[in-house]
């Protein structure tokens, strides 16, 4: 019975819509208070069970803690993180040994445990110098705050893309101070009942006032937390909630990286093949959009597979070209110069120039939510592919598996251009970039790409969510920057500049794009590349926070890239907002019991 309406206390605290450990550090102050009404009752304490007693709300404490499941701390090597690391595990090492203790008080049947070791629990957290709790506290708190450790992760921003510890878990800075925050606050929290239950069994063994002490306990938590809330709302205030891959050490095709191929390729034609007359009376210049008619007398062109499509922008070379085959431009009759021309092909055939226009979206019927998005080319085209978790309470996501594509071939008859898919040539050859993030209270559950004045545009979809349940409501939108290169304030275009093939790079190429602009897909350049491929390369590295997913509120699409490098086309997402989820209540009330 006693025990019975020591567990009412657990339940009715506010705390709509907190992060999970300030709803836990929220019980705690009410817990803690409430014992504290029971030790100053002179017949309980003193009942001869109140020490079992104490040891049982203890491990109810502890299911609370289980209760609202925290994704695990991030594994960091950053030397930022070793201070604050070390304590943590101090305490959670410590913890685990008092915990145990203290169920094996409330295990039926167990000889009950002598006062002397209660005693001595108490000291090792009050006092003992070598494992004291408090001191394991203090110095967490001074590595988190005087060491700048926020500060730290915002500076991280900034060398986010050149391989950084953030950028190879796969974590925005926004995303990881919040799991930080979390893992610190837990330890604290951990720390912090560890030292008031010491004390309250102090205070039934041993007669004495230690009102003084027990106050300076709370009043010094108190504080910290809210230090240390305050400082995170700061940083996550300032930091980014951007996430995408960096460059990898070694780029491979079809797992790092694929290409569009053939799209405007450098190809060799004789200006003699260009016309219905097979005269030679024009320049290559002449030659601007063309098509390829026959081949005369069965010169070079016979060696190579001829352009069906479209041969745009010729220009004479010099003999010293070196394609394939080496070319020299020779005199039909006596004064007509036959010229060779470098060209571009944009020939269809055999080329792999297709995006597919089906939307990837997460089954919001069963609560799934978008964890991670790729690009991946099926069948020469390229698809967008998600993976899904379970939303759970508190912002919590399950982990994520990836979904099978609704994959487009280009051959089915049911399958449209402009419709299913969309086709690249020299005039449709735009794709946008930009960040699409959904408002507050909304999270991503879905990713398309659709078709915006003859430019590939991204679309994302959202769905409003109630964070303390985790429940997905039934509205859904689709959100997009519907801006054009046409407009009165237009989109403006990231230029390739003689651009050579991106994975000639050793140095990781940050993102040289923003918010809305675009790009067009073009040749690599002639000199570097002779035109050969198309560029920017598409990144196929799958994007998925810490190789499981969390909770996602946006996607965009962006370009890494330096001057004279193609650079890669790459999706990004941008993890959710959790600065309005963190708080500390302050508990005073003048009413709070005193020890
Ligand atoms: C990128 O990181 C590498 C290795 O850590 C370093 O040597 C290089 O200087 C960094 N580059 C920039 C621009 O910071
Ligand atoms: C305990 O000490 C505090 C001040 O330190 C005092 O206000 C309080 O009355 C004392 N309680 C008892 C029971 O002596
Ligand atoms: C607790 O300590 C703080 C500061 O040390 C003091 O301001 C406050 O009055 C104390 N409260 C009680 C009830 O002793
Ligand atoms: C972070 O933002 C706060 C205001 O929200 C500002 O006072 C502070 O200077 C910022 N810190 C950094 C490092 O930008």
Redesign the pocket.
Known sequence: MRLLWLFALFIFVPTKGLSPVDKLRNKIFTIERQQWIHLNDQQWRTSGSADIDLAKVFVLFDGEIHRWPLAAPPVLSSSWWKKPQKQVRHIQEMYATFLEFMRRQTEPGVKPARVREWLSLAASVLSDPKTAVSRAMSQLHQSVLRDQMF?NV?QEQRKYYNRSELCELQVSPHQLIYDLYNTIALAEIKGYVMMQFSWMLLKIYRPGNITEEVNQTRVQYEGDAIQIAEKTG??L??ATRELYRCDPLQHIEGQTYDQITRLMQGYIENEVNMNNENTCRQNCEYYNVAKYYNCFKDQFCSRQPKCKGHILGCYFVKSDMTVCTSVNSWWRGWFLHCSYCMCLCDDPENSDRYFSLKEATSNIRENKVVTGIRLVKQNNVFHIQISEGTLLKNGIVSPGSWLPNKIIKINDQNMKNGIDYHTLNHGTRAIDLDDLVAPAGWVLTGVRFRILGAHLNLNIRATKLNFETGHLSEDSMWIDNDNTDGSKTPRSRLTLNRPNLPTRSLAALPVDSKHDQFLEFTHSDFDKDAAQSTVPFIDVQPLEPYGRGVLLSGAGVSHRGAVGSGGFVALKLFTYDYAPHVRVRHPRDPSSPQP
Request: no cysteine; glycine share 0%; charged share 0%.
């Open positions: 500060q915002l700061n940083a205030a300032n």
